[in-house]
């Protein structure tokens, strides 16, 4: 048999590679987007509707509640927890004692699954915290259930977000403090004018993981409240599945996930753009 | 010995006791998961100290029930089998598409392309896929935990062939070309050099993927659901109602779904940890 060359190799590893990408990947995306344009409930046969799906969406109080959660959720819980894992990640990165363990623990939350940690929390909502409080459960008022969900999600993610942090503020080199404390930065004014700027790459990072992660929010809500009470912390991830496969809106849905692919990718460039400009600057 | 209290004199103590107290926010819903799987229903008065103090005996009772009633060991048996063959089939497929795409991208604009469409696919929103992949992995036969590791090897992809060709820029050609001197043929030196040095990069790929497809809930639930199969979180999610208000026998499975995860992470905490930074900064 004769020899492969360099080329023919990697033509033959990477076509099938590209064959399986479009396959699960973009042969699903172009579905999608075909299944936008009909009445399709998930069974029996449809009709073309045109742009009718899109035009409704823009006026479906349920859909226009799910993207206001979706948002004030994703922004709430990405400043929440880049907040606490910034101080956390201070505190690990000082002069502390066990401080390999006190990172290990605190790095718990990102091993542990969505769902279960869900569960978990949702008896502390309903039976832990009430007794405590003497009030009712968190979860079962309409103005409260959310930031349930926001407590939970962040709790999660601050431990994945604080170890990204940790690496930044390794590589800010002792000599910089030492100086800086020479001309009067200490405290405060140490971390704005020189740790805060050594580290926005990393601030970055997290801003854009956890915001895209955020947007995405499906287990916590599955586990916590299934969109209740009263719809009001149906993310659209939720929306999307509670009501494309179980709620004959297969072809509104898609509709409406379409949507969802073209704000992701809206907001994931504008960051890109907005981070990288700043960082330019410096 | 004066190194040493030189460290004890300048640890930050207050500190060291702050951080040691927060760690409660992350031990706090774990030990409360523990008490209360070991007890019994009659323990459960409708008090805090009914639900938080340590149980009368530790009996295991009730993960054996739990065991019986969510299937147990099938469930794990599914999650490991998912987990361990999408995690080894994406280190050996990624990384030569990797290797393919990345050797060739700076002069073929093929490559190039290939590149950018792989990577362009995390932008895509699972939501967008999820109601067409239903259809498709039924109608090819897929509907089950192949269909699953299939859509995780897609899932994947973006991140980890982006990760492999970043890495595989430091490693230079010169060694691939020693090889082909010897008379290697292309596919050879990949494993026989190229593969063994991107060991660092294969153990961040395996931790990534598998935190990513052990807790994942979205795609076994829409693809496997109906096969009477479940993976660990799945089966939480489907014997929820059978737990009904028996909250000893739902923690029990609770915690039995967190503990493989959580073993894991104790005898490898540092790989993991290592490997969730390295896939975010690099």
Redesign the interface.
């Known amino acids: 048999m004769k020899k492969l060359s360099r080329n023919q190799t990697f033509l033959l590893i990477t076509v099938p590679v590209l064959a399986l990408f479009f396959c699960f990947n973009t042969l699903p995306l172009i579905k999608g987007l075909i299944y936008s344009f009909t009445n399709f409930k998930g069974f029996g046969s449809y009709d073309w509707v045109g742009i009718r799906n899109y035009a409704d969406l823009f006026t479906d109080a349920r859909v226009g509640k799910s993207y206001l959660f979706t948002f004030k959720f994703a922004l709430v819980a990405t400043i929440l927890t880049n907040v606490v894992a910034l101080l956390l990640a201070l505190g690990l990165n000082g002069k502390i004692r066990a401080k390999s363990a006190l990172r290990g623990v605190y790095f718990v939350p990102r091993i542990l699954g969505g769902l279960v940690v869900g569960y978990i929390f949702g008896y502390i909502f309903t039976y832990i915290l009430p007794a405590v409080t003497g009030g009712s459960s968190m979860l079962s008022n309409t103005n409260t259930a959310w930031l349930a969900i926001v407590i939970v999600a962040a709790w999660q993610s601050i431990a994945q977000t604080t170890l990204i942090y940790i690496s930044g503020l390794q590589t800010v080199p002792e000599d910089v403090y030492e100086a800086g404390a020479i001309d009067g930065a200490t405290g405060w004014k140490s971390f704005k004018e020189l740790t805060f700027p050594l580290i926005i790459p990393f601030f970055s990072i997290n801003m854009v993981l956890s915001m895209k992660d955020f947007l995405m929010v499906f287990d916590q809500i599955m586990a916590l409240t299934k969109g209740g009470p009263a719809q009001s912390t149906e993310s659209i991830s939720y929306l999307i599945y509670n009501n494309g496969m179980g709620g004959g809106q297969f072809g509104f849905q898609s509709a409406n996930a379409v949507i969802f692919f073209i704000v992701i990718v809206a907001i994931s460039v504008f960051q890109l753009n907005f981070t990288g400009k700043k960082e330019e600057q410096l | 010995m004066k190194q040493k209290n030189k460290v004890a004199a300048?640890?930050?103590w207050p500190?060291?006791i702050?951080?040691?107290a927060?760690?409660l926010?992350?031990?706090f819903?774990?030990y409360?998961?523990i008490v209360?799987a070991f007890k019994k229903p009659t323990e459960m008065t409708n008090?805090?100290a009914g639900?938080?103090s340590l149980p009368k005996s530790w009996s295991l009772e009730n993960f054996a029930e739990a065991m019986r009633v969510t299937d147990f060991w099938h469930s794990l048996g599914y999650s490991v089998m998912i987990t361990v063959v999408t995690v080894v089939l994406a280190i050996l497929?990624h990384s030569?598409?990797g290797?393919?795409?990345g050797?060739?991208m700076a002069k073929n604009k093929f490559?190039k392309f290939?590149y950018l469409?792989?990577v362009s696919?995390m932008?895509?929103?699972?939501?967008?896929?999820?109601?067409?992949?239903?259809?498709?992995t039924a109608q090819m036969g897929v509907d089950n935990w192949f269909g699953v590791i299939?859509?995780y090897?897609?899932?994947y992809?973006p991140m980890n062939v982006m990760l492999y060709t970043g890495y595989l820029k430091n490693i230079p050609i010169a060694l691939e070309e020693a090889a082909f001197v010897d008379g290697a043929?292309?596919?050879q030196t990949y494993w026989k050099v190229i593969f063994p040095i991107m060991g660092p990069m294969h153990a961040t790929v395996a931790v990534l993927t598998a935190?990513g497809t052990?807790?994942d809930?979205?795609t076994p639930l829409?693809i496997m659901s109906g096969t009477g199969a479940n993976t660990?979180?799945l089966a939480?999610?489907t014997f929820?109602t059978q737990f009904g208000t028996n909250?000893n026998l739902?923690?029990a499975s609770?915690l039995l779904?967190?503990l493989p995860?959580?073993i894991?992470?104790l005898v490898c905490?540092k790989q993991?940890?290592n490997g969730?930074?390295n896939g975010?900064?690099k």
Not at chain 2, 123 to 136: D, E, G, T, Y
């Open positions: 300048t640890t930050n500190l060291t702050l951080l040691i927060g760690c926010t992350v031990i819903p774990l409360m998961a209360i008090d805090i639900a938080l497929l030569l598409a290797y393919a795409i050797r060739s490559y290939s469409y792989i696919g932008f895509v929103p699972f939501a967008i896929l999820m109601m067409p992949l239903v259809k498709q299939l859509c090897l897609v899932f992809m043929t292309t596919w935190l052990w807790n809930v979205m829409v660990l979180p939480q999610l929820q909250y739902a923690f609770y779904a967190l995860i959580l894991f992470y905490q993991i940890i969730v930074v975010a900064v």
